[in-house]
T-cell receptor, first 117, second 111 residues
Framework: DSGVTQTPKHLITATGQRVTLRCSPRSGDLSVYWYQQSLDQGLQFLIHYYNGEERAKGNILERFSAQQFPDLHSELNLSSLELGDSALYFC????????????????FGEGSRLTVL | DAKTTQPNSMESNEEEPVHLPCNHSTISGTDYIHWYRQLPSQGPEYVIHGLTSNVNNRMASLAIAEDRKSSTLILHRATLRDAAVYYC????????????FGAGTRLTVKP
């Protein structure tokens, strides 16, 4: 158990719909990362938040958005869903930055499997 | 971003050592070398990381070349549970806010 909680574990929806994936980081971790992993594909970095602020954007579509709340949990919003958005979405957390150094290993949740029909 | 190059796949026999190579010829002085692995149907998990010196932990050892342009993850005795995709990643210790995974090496362990 990594200590990172993702909900829901599975989600089936239709094209054009909107879904929200939730991530609760490990206690004390300030950084949250989101990744997308399509079938037989590698992990694509989407976005990173640190203590409520966006720190880095990767290959995140404009239809997708994320935020990190004051209690440090994060949500990934996916809208106007397409068949190609079907994937595993992972959240990871880490301590963040300490003494000016980006520290800490990433701890990954078990993922949310999204199926768009 | 500094990039890494890994073989697509490797095979090993159970209970034998495994050496997983990674080339990172464009590594900068502040880049840490991280290794993660992803077991089937699971999220990635941290294995080990280092900067210049070789590192050991309960899971593996990391051997870093003197010029830091390559590194090797060493599993001392492979088990069937070690079958996974292994990712070698460079991460700037001072100013990096993302963590980008490449294709990794798929390790198959034969009984």
């Amino acid at each position: 158990d990594s200590g990172v909680t993702q909900t829901p574990k599975h989600l089936i929806t239709a094209t054009g719909q909107r879904v929200t994936l939730r991530c609760s980081p490990r206690s004390g971790d300030l950084s949250v990362y989101w990744y997308q992993q399509s079938l037989d594909q590698g992990l694509q970095f989407l976005i990173h938040y640190y203590n409520g602020e966006e720190r880095a954007k990767g290959n995140i579509l404009e239809r997708f958005s994320a935020q990190q709340f004051p209690d440090l949990h994060s949500e990934l919003n996916l809208s106007s869903l397409e068949l190609g958005d079907s994937a595993l979405y992972f959240c990871a957390s880490s301590v963040g930055i300490s003494g000016g150094v980006n520290t800490g290993e990433l701890f990954f949740g078990e993922g949310s499997r999204l199926t768009v029909l | 971003d500094a990039k890494t190059t890994q073989p697509n796949s490797m095979e090993s026999n159970e209970e034998e050592p495994v050496h997983l190579p990674c080339n990172h010829s464009t590594i900068s002085g502040t880049d840490y070398i991280h290794w993660y692995r992803q077991l089937p149907s699971q999220g990635p998990e941290y294995v080990i990381h280092g900067l210049t010196s070789n590192v050991n932990n309960r899971m593996a050892s990391l051997a870093i070349a003197e010029d830091r342009k390559s590194s090797t993850l060493i599993l001392h005795r492979a088990t069937l549970r070690d079958a996974a995709v292994y990712y070698c990643i460079l991460r700037d210790g001072g100013n990096n806010n993302d963590m980008r995974f490449g294709a990794g090496t798929r390790l198959t362990v034969k009984p």
